[in-house]
Each structure stands twice: as structure tokens, then as C-alpha cells.
């Protein structure tokens, strides 16, 4: 029998692979189904892969693959017997834990026993060899069996690395010498003190230097000024100033060049005025929760609808979603996107032809994933009402969402961690991502899409200038001093403060009630731009902003702008409930655009100033272009020649070696590849700087650098379309290769549509009531981003509300609306609703009505 089984496992030995570091086994679901080994038909993983597959995609992979053997793996689970001893030892088949899973929560695990059960089977035709079976099989099949048997789950591998095993505590942190220079740090308002930047912005520990960051492809970042900051003054640590939270802070240490640990990071910020200690010791001591213990309780008990006999729902589109660990809001974005039918059709209608059309690994495929899980959420399979007479692992509950959610967070420094995060940050993260990785004409993020119409007028001269950009959330402030309550809020604060002083107990909190339309007045109320050059004047004066709808959505999401920080840094959730209307009219929000009565701004940008170090350099730098020799010489190390190297670095942007390696390979066959890096700048003096404006001041229609368009053309794209890149990201060379890769080009376009889509930049996803002057290029395609404009006329579907004092803690929950009644999505329970508590919201979503 051993002759016979090795001479029928001979074929395949080439294909049997023994997992090594750095592999992942999935061992636990499937790459297509949330099946598992406690599913009926258990689990198939590939044993060259490492992919499993549940018993309706197996024949799948065979097919695409010809790979033909895999390991089946099937826990059967069921009741001790009567008379069993109470908190026995499950028993297990085989002796071995070879199913590294978590137990179903639904079960107690001392009432139910698990036999696991593992055999090989050899497709097409089915044959299966039992395991373990040392004495029969060769030696490598064996040690290839037993590896993966032993081998933890994916994910499993993955938690324990994100954090505690990768970051180090620094060695700069306890000796960390911090300059008495009195500089204090505002809790909001901030920016670059070398560019505009506001956004991935750096907190020197040392000097207290508030610098950008460098891109990243995620679509944050800046221009690397943090960096440049730290070669000139050799001071190690920064903290990022958005991930600062009573937890702790993202600290990187520039001389170690990674992300570290500052055990003294609450010292380190107080230095500068952000007093986290404090707010630590508040928290630890309790002394918060007289002010906030009970309208949190409440706030819980209300969303959640404690007090209700909520009647659970089962069935397609009443699936929950387990709770992975902070995971909530990521479990109500999705929920109320696959509410939606755009979403519904994109990836649950073309479920097969994903699948089919799937690449080699679908767990790194976002189609493939977000398909799995809208089949998982609508399908019912998933959702069944627990019967005492079916077996135990059919009555499973939610789905689990490891695989979507290691996917969509990887490379991103908050999604990725286990820490709660902001759902309206993350909803507009999927948006992207689904703009991303929609490259036909059916892109299901075209219903939220809508067009801001910002009109900036200068005080002095009364011009203005109108300008339209892509949106995807309104964010609406909550004016306290609209609260209907005023006086009563008023009072209570009286006689907290009273309370505090006499050291007496505080009455019960008041929550402020604001009217809706409130909201919306402070929404369009005109604004201050913050540095604004009018290009009448040519000169920074002042100037005012309001924005009005240039489209409106199919479909509306609104957040309420809860949440705020305190003077001294500790962030602080406003206590408000919003009178939110089922039905929202915004007609009269339309934008109308240039009035006969208003005359235009001049298309004048403002005067490129350099700082003083920079233009010292500036013909040094011509002479001798930018390189990061660290990443040369990593390549060169490979063995490829280092010009060729110098080359990839510098027309990469100096973005990192795997950048550059991708270059090297796509070029490797040229007959200059190893030739010296040459430039047009290198080969003569440039073009001087056109004195048509005096003042320095340059048209809009001016073409990007002749240096940058040479860079993104020598790594393959058309000249027309890295023009236009380069025009649409302000000539910033990161941010236009992003733009390159996330927009075909025209022609392509006209095949599926006569309208363009719109990439979801920095720019896009901000908020209509942002305080950046930011703008859609003038110069671009004149048929303009995709929108489906209709009626202004909205009916609420959806709410998703947050329980607790910040977007980094507490817990979310989201309400739906289906076939005319609301149903509570809670995690992995689902319920019908019996009150829905749409006056605590955080992000609302509306369908517009059809104008019938």
C-alpha cells in the first residue's frame, strides 16, 4: 500500500511545497466564502499555495491552477454526552491542534467536544488519503503535511507582528534633549512652517518644528520638509500630530529611520503645551467621570436600544458582522454600503465573473474581497435562525471580515492597527479605493459623488473667483449657540463649575439640542480664507468663502463635526443631539455660479517664493540633481550597474528602492541602460523666467516644468497625459504619478463613457466646509468629473452613531432602513429596530427621491 500511495503521489511532488517563513497558511476561511473547517463541506488548502478554498470554489482553483492536491481539513463539532465531566478536554481525532481557530462565541466550550480531521485529496478524480499516515507517504509529503497542520492561521501570524514584536522603544527617548524655546502648539490651525501643507504634519520632539511628511500612496502626505529638517539639525524624533490620543502617539525616529517607541511621550508633548499626562491622569483617576459617566451610559443605552425587546431578523441583507477587535466601524460602513444597490450590482451582480477573472492570490484582489463579503452580508447563508434539531455548525452567525479588512488597511498607519478608528474617515478610505480599482465604466462610488461650487470673493477689490471640486461627504458643524436649550445649558454649566470649585457632586449633564437647519445655516455661512493672495491686488489680503452644491449626489452622506479638542489638548466629544429630518430638501443650496454683476479675479497665480536656503542652491542643484545614494546603493548591491541605478532612484522621485527596482525591470532591456544619467538641465542652461508678469506672477495656463514631464515620460507614459497629471497635482511629481495610475487615458475613456471620472485625491475627499483654498485645475478636461445629478430632494436610509468620548474609543452602530422598517446592525447582531435614536447620529445617509 506505502509502493502504491508513493507511486500515486509521484505526478505531483513538484507541486507540493513545504510552507517556510513568511508563508501564510489559510487554514481557517476560504478565499471566496466565509466556509471554514466547521462548515459542512470544510476546507481545502492547496498544498503549493497555502490558499484555502471551501468545497464550491475548490474546483475552481483546480481549474485555473492544475493544482491538484490539497489538504482537507473538517472539525466536527458536537454535545458532550449526558454524563460528561464538566470542563473536560475536548477530544480531537488526531491528537493534534491542527485548526488554529478561535471558538464559535455562540457556543459554551466546555458543553461541546471538537474532532478534528484532516486527509489529503488529489483532484480531479477525488482520491483521498487519510493523515496522519507517516509510514505510507514519502518523507517530503510528510513533513509538507505536518508543517501545515502546525502552521498558525494567517491572520493569526499577522496580529501579534503589526505592533508589539516590529516597534522598538527608542534610543533617543530617555535622553531626548528638548530646546526651551517656548514654543507652544495650538490644538488646531496647523500647517507646514515651509509650504501650505495641513495635513501629515510632524511634531519635532526636540525643537518643537511643525513639517510635513512625504507622500504616501494612500494620497496623504507632503514634500518631505520633516526629513529635510532633521538632516540640518540632526534632532532624531516626531510625533505625528493627528495620532496623538490619551493611548499614545505615532513617534518615528529619523536617525533609526522607522517607527519607535517614546515611553516618555506625554513628558515630550507637554513641553510644547499638549498636555497628555493630564489628561491621562483625569482619566486613570476617574475625575472625568462626574462630568461625562452618565450622558455616556445613556448615550450607550439609547443607540443601542438596551431597554427594547429587539426581535432579531435572519435572512439576505441581516447578516452581521463579527467584531474583530475595534473592527465596529468598519462593520457599519460596510453594512450601509452593500445597503446601497450601486454597491449590490458592482460586486455581488458580477459575482462569477469576479471570481473567474480572479488573479492567483484572491485574497489581495479588493473585487474579490468586496464581492465575498456582499455575498456574505446578502446571500442569507450566513444569517440563519438558530434550531435546536440542525447541527451546530450550521447555525452560524455574521461573518468575519480578517481577510477585506487586512486588505483595505494594508500600508495605511491607522486602518491597519487594532485601535478604533473615525467610520467617516474610513468610509471615504473605501471610496477611494473603490475609485481606484474601478476601471470600467460601472464605478458604484459615482453615487456619492457630488461637485462643491466655492465661491471666493476679495474683500477689498469685491472680485471673485468660482471654482468646483469633488466631494464625497458634507461635513456639517453643530453651532452650540443654536441649542433650542440654551438657557438650560447655560445653568448647568453655572453650577457645574460651582459644583467643581466646592468640590460637590455635578448635577445631571444637559444635552444640547440643535436644530438641523442650524447645521446647514453654518454650513453656508462665508468663511475666512486663511492666506489669501488676490491675484487683483497681487498681493495676501482678505478674503471670504462660501460653498454651495454644483450637483447633487444619488445618494448623500452628512457627518456632524462632534467632535473637537480642548485647549490643552484632550479631545473632547460634544454631548448634542440634531433634530435630523427623514426628509432634507437642499434646492435652494444650488449653486448658481457667475452672477452679470460680479467681476472675475484675474488667472494669476501667486509668485513661486523659494526660501532663502533653497535659491543658495538652486544652480548647485541643477548642476547635480537629487539622489538618495542609500537606495542606489541597495540596488547596486543586487548586482545591477550602478548608473542604471542612479537612474531608477531619480526618475522614480527618490520614492524608495522597491519603486526603483520596478523601474530597473522595466527598463533592463533598453541599450542605454547603463548609460549615465543625463537631463535636459545637464546639457545646457534652461529657459529663463518669462518677464511677461513683472511681479513674478504666472499664468494658469503656464505648462509644467520641462524636468518633470522628462521624468514621468522616460518611465513609459504619453507625453499629452503626463502633462495633464502634472497640471491636475500642481506640478507635484508623487501625487502625479498617483494620478496617472488612477486615470486611463482619454481615449481610453471614450470607449466606456463620454464623461471622466475623477480621481478621489487630498482634494476630493476633503470636506465642503474645509479651510484650504483648494481647487480642480482650470486647465483640465472640460467634460468634467462624473456626477449623477438630480433633485436636491433626500430621504434618510441609514445612520451610523458613535458611543463613547472619542472617535479612538467607544463603539459604532448603524441603522438601516430596509423594505420600509429599521433594523439595528450591532456587530454580529441584528434586530429590528424599535427606536431608532436618529437624534445621536454621526453620519447620515440619504437617497434622493425620483422627481415624480
Not at 471554514?36 to 468545497?55: A, D, I, K, Q, W
Not at 478524480?125 to 502552521?151: G, Q, R, S, W, Y
Not at 460634544?574 to 427623514?582: A, K, M, N, S
Request: one cysteine or more; glycine letters at 6%; proline letters at 7%.
Amino acid at each position: 500500500m506505502a509502493t502504491d500511495l508513493g507511486e500515486l503521489l509521484v505526478p505531483y511532488m513538484p507541486t507540493i511545497r513545504v510552507p517556510k517563513t513568511g508563508d501564510r497558511v489559510f487554514k481557517s476561511e476560504c478565499a471566496f466564502s466565509f466556509d471554514s473547517p466547521e462548515s459542512e463541506g470544510g476546507l481545502y488548502v492547496c498544498m503549493n499555495t497555502f490558499l484555502g478554498f471551501g468545497r464550491e470554489h475548490v474546483e475552481r482553483h483546480y481549474r485555473k491552477t492544475g493544482q491538484s492536491v490539497y489538504m482537507h481539513l473538517k472539525r466536527h463539532v458536537k454535545e458532550k454526552s449526558t454524563g460528561a465531566a464538566g470542563g473536560a478536554v475536548p477530544r480531537r481525532r488526531n491528537g493534534k491542534v491542527f485548526l488554529d481557530l478561535e471558538l464559535n462565541r455562540d457556543f459554551n466550550g466546555e458543553d461541546y467536544e471538537y474532532e478534528d480531521e484532516a486527509k489529503l485529496v488529489i483532484f480531479p478524480d477525488h482520491f483521498e488519503i487519510a493523515l496522519p499516515n507517516i509510514e505510507e507517504l514519502p518523507a517530503l509529503v510528510t513533513i509538507a503535511c505536518d508543517a501545515v497542520l502546525n502552521a498558525p492561521s494567517a491572520y493569526k501570524k499577522q496580529e501579534p507582528e503589526s505592533w508589539e514584536e516590529e516597534i522598538q522603544v527608542s534610543r533617543h527617548a530617555r535622553s531626548l534633549r528638548q530646546l526651551d524655546n517656548e514654543v507652544r502648539i495650538p490644538p488646531s490651525g496647523w500647517k507646514c512652517q515651509k509650504c501650505e501643507m495641513r495635513e501629515n504634519l510632524w511634531l519635532n520632539l526636540t525643537d518643537g518644528a511643525m513639517l510635513c511628511g512625504k507622500w504616501f500612496f494612500d494620497g496623504s502626505g507632503g514634500n518631505g520638509h520633516a526629513l529635510d529638517h532633521y538632516k540640518e539639525t540632526k534632532h532624531p524624533l516626531a510625533v505625528k500630530l493627528d495620532t496623538i490620543t490619551p493611548d499614545g502617539a505615532d513617534v518615528y525616529s529619523f536617525e533609526e529611520e522607522e517607527a519607535v517607541i517614546d515611553p516618555q511621550i506625554s513628558e515630550h508633548l507637554s513641553h510644547f503645551g499638549i498636555d497628555m499626562l493630564q489628561m491621562q491622569k483625569k482619566t486613570e483617576n476617574g475625575l472625568h467621570t462626574d462630568n461625562n459617566a452618565r450622558p455616556r451610559v445613556s448615550e450607550w443605552e439609547v443607540i443601542q436600544e438596551s431597554g427594547m425587546k429587539l426581535k432579531a431578523v435572519y435572512g439576505s441583507g441581516h447578516t452581521g458582522i463579527k467584531n474583530l477587535g475595534n473592527s465596529c466601524y468598519l462593520s457599519t460602513v460596510i453594512q450601509v454600503l452593500f445597503s446601497i444597490p450601486d454597491f449590490q450590482r458592482m460586486y455581488v451582480g458580477n459575482l462569477q465573473r469576479i471570481f473567474d477573472y480572479s488573479p492567483l492570490d484572491p485574497t489581495q484582489d479588493f473585487a474579490t474581497q468586496m464581492a465575498k463579503v456582499g455575498h456574505g452580508l446578502l446571500s442569507g447563508q450566513y444569517s440563519k435562525p438558530p434550531m435546536k434539531s440542525e447541527l451546530i455548525e450550521q447555525q452560524q452567525k455574521g461573518i468575519s471580515p480578517r481577510m477585506l479588512k487586512s486588505l483595505v488597511s494594508r500600508g495605511h498607519p491607522e486602518f491597519s492597527s487594532n485601535r478604533q478608528q473615525d467610520a467617516q474617515e474610513f468610509f471615504l478610505h473605501m471610496i477611494n479605493l473603490v475609485e481606484r480599482n474601478s476601471t470600467s465604466s460601472e464605478n458604484p462610488s459615482d453615487a456619492f459623488r457630488f461637485l462643491v461650487e466655492e465661491r471666493v470673493q476679495c474683500c477689498q477689490t469685491r472680485r471673485v473667483r468660482y471654482t468646483q471640486r469633488v466631494d464625497y461627504c458634507i461635513q456639517l458643524p453643530a453651532p452650540i449657540e443654536a441649542a433650542t436649550n440654551r438657557e438650560e445649558l447655560l445653568s448647568y454649566e453655572a453650577k457645574r463649575r460651582e459644583a467643581e470649585e466646592n468640590m460637590r457632586t455635578p448635577p445631571e449633564p444637559v444635552r444640547a439640542r440643535i436644530p438641523f437647519t442650524a447645521c446647514l445655516q453654518a454650513f453656508t455661512e462665508p468663511e475666512n480664507v486663511p492666506d489669501f493672495w488676490s491675484s487683483a491686488l497681487q498681493a495676501k489680503s482678505a478674503g471670504v468663502k462660501t460653498s454651495r452644491f454644483a450637483s447633487f449626489p444619488e445618494y448623500l452622506a452628512v457627518q456632524i463635526k462632534k467632535f473637537t479638542f480642548g485647549v490643552d489638548w484632550v479631545p473632547k466629544k460634544l454631548d448634542l443631539g440634531i433634530d435630523v429630518p427623514d426628509f432634507l430638501d437642499l434646492s435652494r443650496l444650488r449653486a448658481i455660479g457667475l452672477q452679470s454683476s460680479e467681476e472675475e479675479l484675474p488667472d494669476l497665480m501667486p509668485p513661486i517664493v523659494l526660501p532663502e536656503d533653497s535659491r543658495d542652491n538652486s544652480m548647485s542643484s541643477l548642476d547635480s540633481p537629487e539622489i538618495d545614494e542609500a537606495a542606489v546603493m541597495q540596488l547596486a548591491e543586487m548586482g545591477f550597474p550602478l548608473e542604471a541605478c542612479r537612474k531608477a532612484v531619480y526618475y522614480t522621485g527618490n520614492m524608495g528602492p522597491e519603486m526603483a527596482f520596478n523601474w530597473i525591470i522595466a527598463h533592463m532591456e533598453e541599450p542605454d541602460f547603463a548609460e549615465p544619467l543625463m537631463l535636459p538641465f545637464m546639457l545646457g542652461p534652461g529657459p529663463s523666467i518669462s518677464a511677461e508678469s513683472p511681479t513674478g506672477a504666472t499664468p494658469l495656463d503656464n505648462s509644467p516644468p520641462e524636468e518633470s514631464i522628462a521624468i514621468l515620460t522616460s518611465m513609459g507614459f504619453p507625453r499629452t497625459h503626463t502633462i495633464q497629471a502634472l497640471k491636475a497635482t500642481n506640478n507635484n511629481l508623487e501625487r502625479a504619478l498617483d494620478w496617472i495610475f488612477t486615470h486611463p487615458e482619454q481615449d481610453e475613456i471614450d470607449t466606456l463613457s463620454n464623461m471622466a471620472d475623477t480621481e478621489p485625491n487630498d482634494t476630493a475627499l476633503s470636506n465642503a466646509n474645509s479651510h484650504s483654498d483648494s481647487t480642480l485645475s482650470p486647465d483640465r478636461d472640460t467634460s468634467g468629473p462624473r456626477v449623477k445629478d438630480g433633485p436636491g430632494r433626500y430621504e434618510l436610509f441609514a445612520v451610523i452613531s458613535h458611543m463613547g468620548a472619542s472617535t479612538m474609543s467607544g463603539h459604532y452602530v448603524c441603522h438601516i432602513k430596509k423594505e420600509g422598517r429599521w433594523v439595528i446592525y450591532n456587530d454580529h447582531k441584528v434586530s429590528f429596530s424599535e427606536r431608532p435614536p436618529k437624534d445621536l447620529g454621526y453620519i447620515y445617509f440619504y437617497h434622493r427621491l425620483s422627481s415624480s
